[in-house]
């Protein structure tokens, strides 16, 4: 854990000082849409379930978090359209830095959930409190095209609960019981190689999977989101 916490302090100051030009051109970008706060801070449940404030750049209008729906698909209407190239980009998790650099995140590690999600966890499912969130993962990879699955859906966070949960909290508690720091390395490459493919990185990470002998149904869960056959929920989904 020592490690992990010098790793992630390191990466953390290093990718402030790297990204921190084009953090303010996107904030100055976000502001003069609107003139409201580029910032938007969301509470999150982190390390045994102890809640913080979790940073990103905001990518929807003012006081779109008040439809009390959490779930957001690509066609999602409270989205602005600089936010949808931030999300695409995934620029608006940047800020998510500060948050590692004050160890209430890690750069791996099962994502942060809010208050009312956490809530419905299973007793299993609440492993995934047992490590410190993180800005990336195996789900956060699979499923970086959440937007896109959960496009024409009447209720997303319906929606959302029935496709993508269940596969985040299996490839969640992998994670939690077989984190190193190889393994971090190694997501942490994965991810920055998905920004440009992710079908590369999907191969990649079901590859992984192999190697360490995960159970097969982790493996297909990952390599059936390779190029899969989409279709968007229009139409099939209430």
Request: charged letters at 25%; hydrophobic letters at 45%; glycine letters at 6%.
């Amino acid at each position: 854990m020592i490690v992990k916490r010098v790793l992630d302090v390191i990466i953390a100051t290093l990718g402030v000082l790297i990204v921190f030009p084009l953090l303010i051109v996107m904030m100055c970008l976000i502001f003069f849409q609107d003139f409201k706060s580029p910032l938007y801070l969301s509470r999150r449940v982190g390390l045994d379930g102890e809640q913080f404030w979790m940073f990103k750049l905001r990518s929807m209008v003012l006081g779109g978090d008040k439809s009390g729906v959490f779930s957001t698909s690509d066609n999602d209407l409270r989205i602005t359209g600089l936010g949808r190239f931030l999300r695409r980009a995934k620029l608006d998790e940047l800020p998510q830095l500060m948050n590692v650099f004050l160890g209430q995140m890690s750069f791996v590690g099962p994502r942060a959930n809010v208050v009312s999600e956490v809530n419905e966890y299973t007793v299993a499912e609440r492993k995934l409190l047992s490590v410190k969130p993180g800005i990336t993962d195996f789900a956060s990879i699979v499923y970086s095209d959440e937007g896109a699955l959960l496009a024409g859906s009447k209720n997303p966070d319906k929606d959302y609960k029935q496709l993508i949960w269940p596969g985040k909290s299996k490839l969640g508690l992998f994670y939690v019981e077989n984190h190193s720091t190889l393994m971090d390395f190694q997501l942490i490459l994965i991810t920055l190689i998905s920004l440009s493919s992710r079908q590369m990185a999907l191969k990649l990470l079901a590859k992984k999977l192999k190697t360490i002998s995960a159970d097969p149904e982790l493996v297909s869960l990952i390599e059936d989101r390779i190029e899969p056959v989409r279709n968007n929920l229009s139409g099939r989904v209430n």
